[in-house]
């Protein structure tokens, strides 16, 4: 071997030695995230996928024949599916891109809010100096989404009270009285700030929608189903208010990062199985079904809450309804409880700490105030849920994951062809055409749509008769 021939050995064989060594220590000093969790007093797999399961089986899913309603029996089903794996796929680019940011600055686990700011934080120059208005535009949209579903939650406690006992006392109340009504225990539920003191409010409406869910069910099959006068698939122009109402229904978004930040092992919230995975498919199964049978039951009579279709003066069927009203009611104090944390942290710094209890009495009493007062404007429940659904989850559930995605990959981590790019800008353009025609819809059914849920004694007996 000739000199010249010896260097170039030496220096093939030193630079594969040093890269060799440089991989190594990369590896070695990769930051991972999972090591850093709670190992002693974080979420288990199994109670992880129980808070999950629990989150995405709410009111919702009370909504859901109403949906099928706006679909017909067969598009519903596969629109339901549809959307079932759209809101899968949208959490796991989220979680996903979460993690990876961790990585990358080096902390354990990070918020919704806090992985869109340090996306923008470290991602591409242009977007840099977004990262606080990134944050805080997260930050909003999950207030204003959690406060809004309040106000949908305050509809249907007041709706249910008004249908059960203007019918059974003969009285002639209307729904923004017992609105009004249901503000009084929503203004002590509301105080409370510790949520170890709100568990056993869960506890109890868990028990509760379990029996309301069994009652239903019987109701829902105690008659011949009737498939001949239901289309397969609905008009156009109620489409939007389908998939609005099962974006709302569906969507947790909120409470996936608190949920997956808190687990012991999060390396289990995604693959195949996961408790993502696994969760998801038990919540697409069991909206597909309410959906279908409760439409098929009740067809063009159901309404925004499956539970208000049940029949009046019935013993079993106004248990069922006080029961979920009472449910709802209960769990008020954990939805109010993630947007006021949100906005507490940011607005506690303006005031002296001696008055922070007198503020947050204030606060929160005068949020309770103004949800009912919106309440109050717009009591039909029906395209309220659908204008809820369609701009806040629309946003948050399938554009900023998808975006935030794009960003935290930009550029050359975009897959072949940058796929992954030309499918997250059809998300968006997704997210964005169920924002615009959602709302559209939703409004506009809000406007023309008279109040024609019983007031009555006469009309609930009306209503009886076409229910039985």
């Not at 979420?43 to 949906?67: Q, W």
């Not at 059974?168 to 729904?175: A, E, K, Y």
């Not at 700030?193 to 829902?220: E, H």
């Not at 007062?373 to 309220?384: H, K």
Request: glycine share 6%; aromatic share 12%.
């Amino acid at each position: 071997m000739s000199l010249k021939e010896s260097n170039t050995a030496f220096t093939v064989s030193a630079f594969h030695a040093t890269s060799h060594f440089k991989e190594k220590i990369r590896l070695h000093n990769e930051y991972d995230p999972f090591a850093y969790r709670d190992q002693k007093t974080g979420t288990s797999t199994r109670d992880a996928f129980l808070h999950l399961l629990k989150s995405s089986l709410g009111t919702g899913i009370l909504a859901m024949p109403m949906a099928f309603f706006n679909a017909g029996i067969v598009f519903g089903l596969i629109g339901t599916l549809a959307v079932g794996v759209l809101c899968t796929y949208c959490v796991h680019i989220l979680v996903q891109t979460s993690h990876g940011i961790c990585r990358r600055v080096r902390v354990p686990f990070l918020g919704f809010a806090e992985t869109a700011e340090k996306v923008f934080e470290y991602g591409p120059v242009s977007l840099r100096n977004w990262s606080n208005f990134a944050k805080q535009f997260v930050d909003g949209s999950l207030m204003a989404t959690y406060y809004a579903a309040a106000c949908v939650d305050i509809v249907f406690i007041a709706t249910t009270f008004r249908d059960v006992i203007n019918c059974d006392l003969d009285l002639n109340w209307h729904v923004r009285l017992y609105i009004a009504l249901t503000l009084i225990p929503c203004l002590f539920i509301g105080q409370i700030r510790d949520l170890k003191l709100l568990v056993p409010f869960s506890a109890i409406a868990n028990l509760f929608v379990v029996v309301t869910f069994a009652i239903t069910l019987y109701y829902m099959f105690n008659e011949p189903l009737v498939f001949d006068d239901k289309p397969y698939i609905a008009k156009a122009t109620q489409l939007p208010l389908f998939f609005a109402t099962v974006i709302f229904a569906m969507e947790g978004i909120g409470v996936v990062m608190p949920v997956e930040n808190s687990m012991k092992k999060p390396q289990h919230f995604l693959g195949c199985p996961s408790v993502l995975n696994m969760a998801m498919l038990i919540v697409v199964t069991l909206y597909a079904t309410i959906g279908f049978f409760g439409y098929i039951s009740f067809g063009s009579e159901v309404r925004g809450s499956i539970t208000l279709n049940l029949p009046y003066g019935a013993p079993l069927a106004d248990a069922a309804k006080i029961l979920m009203a009472l449910a709802i009611l209960f769990t008020f104090g954990l939805q109010f409880y993630i947007p006021n944390d949100i906005l507490w942290t940011k607005i506690k710094h303006k005031f002296n700490p001696k008055n922070h209890n007198l503020i947050q009495i204030l606060l929160r009493t005068g949020i309770i105030l103004i949800s009912g007062g919106v309440a109050a404007a717009i009591p039909n429940l029906e395209p309220f849920i659908s204008l809820v659904g369609a701009v806040f989850f629309s946003l948050l559930g399938i554009f900023v994951p998808s975006f935030v995605e794009t960003a935290f990959l930009w550029p050359n981590n975009l897959g072949c062809y940058k796929w992954k790019l030309i499918k997250n800008i059809i998300l968006c353009i997704l997210a964005i055409f169920a924002l615009i025609a959602g709302a559209t819809a939703s409004i506009i059914e809000i406007i023309n749509m008279n109040n024609d849920v019983p007031e009555n004694i006469e009309q609930c007996q009306t209503y009886q008769l076409k229910l039985t």
